[in-house]
């Protein structure tokens, strides 16, 4: 009976290997986890031969464009402009703590050195520059964090096994070679965790493209367990849109802030894992050139304090012209932000969502005994604050520190504006017992 019961046992240990079900973060992993949700505001940049078709990083998809004939653009990619030091710079002015860069998008060309395809920006461009090399070591150099995005799918691999997207570009086989392409995709991964520094997230994408197939083994235990191995302080998020696999470190939503869904791509619950919501300044990720559609410097403000408020980081896109340089619109964009932030960056960075929850005026971010009301939209001088159960000691502009009266009743405290706010967002400062 009982080697039976052992002999079960170890069937069961057989059948289920330990997977990442028991991942452990290391101590430092959580602490990087930490410093994530201080940084609160990043910027994506989509890069990519695509930019050169001016139509988004879609485009080989969305076009049925064959498969080598899009690999000719390489030839004529020349990005004259491309200038790493001035790219950080103008990130760096908005407040921004970090950049997520497009190593390699869905049409498969690598934007860095690679040994394992030709297909990448120093082998086939008469650029012959690692623009990533360029782009980490001015990260590095200026302070600021770097994050790679990285795609699980290829519309130019022939060992890329097909899903429901990039079907029409030609390629030969439909069922790929797994094998092959994840040993390539591991392979990569491996160089770009160990030629560019230290790393902060590893930013993936493309498990959704087999949803038709649920079945499919993307394998990602191993491939998140390299990650960790390689520098146990990155962070692996997956823009899969649905809850967080183990290995994951943060929780990505996309085109919305987490527990809202207008766009139809984040219907998943809020875990409570570090979450970050990432959304185009304009209407597309790559490079558009019919796209002006640039949501104003007030939008984009109130965007990054309601992600604030929701606890949650903002990840907004810029897609590099194909010269090489940032939109102009896009550095004004961010210069205007960086104002912003010079003045209230106190009330969102190391700040966590306040207790109290997002509401159609605003909501608050908090950091000690310290509340931060954020009002962005309130046609009234009274603001009802459910506070309860807490102590309100002092009540202040959080802009010059001019005191603003407030009552208690048994809900909570009403803030007596002086007039009614008008700002992007006037901050009153709460400090609370
Ligand atoms: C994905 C990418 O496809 C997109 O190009 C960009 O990089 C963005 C940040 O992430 O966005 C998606 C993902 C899935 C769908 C659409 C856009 N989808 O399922 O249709």
């Not at 170890?10 to 101590?27: G, K």
């Not at 429901?164 to 991964?189: E, H, I, V």
């Not at 159960?389 to 405290?413: C, I």
Request: hydrophobic share 35%.
């Amino acid at each position: 009976m009982k080697t039976r019961l052992l002999s079960f046992l170890l069937l069961c240990c057989l059948a289920f290997p330990v997977r990442a079900q028991s991942y452990q973060p290391t101590e430092e992993n959580l602490k990087a986890r930490q410093e994530f949700r201080d940084k609160k505001f990043g910027i994506f940049l989509h890069w990519g031969l695509y930019a050169m078709l001016a139509t988004g990083e879609w485009t080989m998809t969305n076009n049925n464009l064959n498969y080598k004939e899009y690999a000719k653009l390489a030839g004529g990619f020349y990005p004259s402009k491309f200038d790493a030091a001035k790219w950080v710079a103008a990130i760096k002015a908005s407040g921004a703590k970090y950049i997520c860069f497009t190593t390699r998008h869905h049409e498969g060309f690598s934007m860095f050195d690679t040994k394992y395809s030709d297909y990448n920006i120093v082998d086939a461009t008469p650029f012959k520059r690692d623009v990533l090399k360029e782009l980490a070591d001015e990260c590095h150099k200026q302070g600021i964090g770097l994050h790679l995005y990285y795609s699980h799918i290829d519309w130019y691999r022939e060992d890329a096994v097909w899903g429901r997207t990039g079907r029409g570009t030609g390629r030969p086989n439909p069922k790929g070679n797994w094998d092959s392409y994840y040993a390539f995709m591991n392979n990569q991964l491996t160089e770009l965790l160990t030629n560019y520094g230290l790393i902060g997230a590893i930013w993936f994408d493309g498990v959704w493209d087999q949803d038709e197939n649920p079945d499919f083994d993307w394998e990602l235990d191993e491939q998140y367990a390299l990650i960790h191995k390689l520098q146990p302080s990155c962070l692996v998020a997956n823009n899969h849109h649905i809850t967080p696999f183990p290995g994951e470190d943060i929780q990505i939503f996309e085109r919305d802030l987490p527990g809202e869904n207008t766009a139809g791509l984040s219907g998943q619950d809020v875990s409570s894992l570090p979450l970050e919501t990432c959304q185009t300044m304009n209407g597309m990720w790559g490079y558009k050139i019919t796209d002006q559609n640039y949501k104003s410097t007030r939008e984009l403000i109130q965007y990054l304090v309601s992600a604030a408020v929701k606890d949650a980081n903002l990840l907004m896109n810029i897609g590099p012209q194909p010269d090489g340089e940032l939109p102009e619109v896009a550095v004004q964009r961010l210069a205007e932000m960086g104002e912003w932030m010079k003045t209230y960056g106190e009330t969102i960075y190391g700040t966590r969502g306040g207790c109290v929850g997002p509401h159609p005026w605003g909501g608050t971010t908090q950091k000690g005994d310290k509340l931060y009301v954020h009002i962005l939209n309130l046609q009234d001088k009274a603001l009802f604050l459910p506070l309860a159960d807490r102590k309100v000691k002092k009540a202040r502009y959080f802009v010059d520190g001019t005191p603003v009266k407030f009552q208690k009743n048994n809900e909570g405290y009403t803030l007596l504006l002086n007039a009614v706010p008008t700002d992007v967002d006037t901050v009153i400062e709460l400090e609370l017992d």
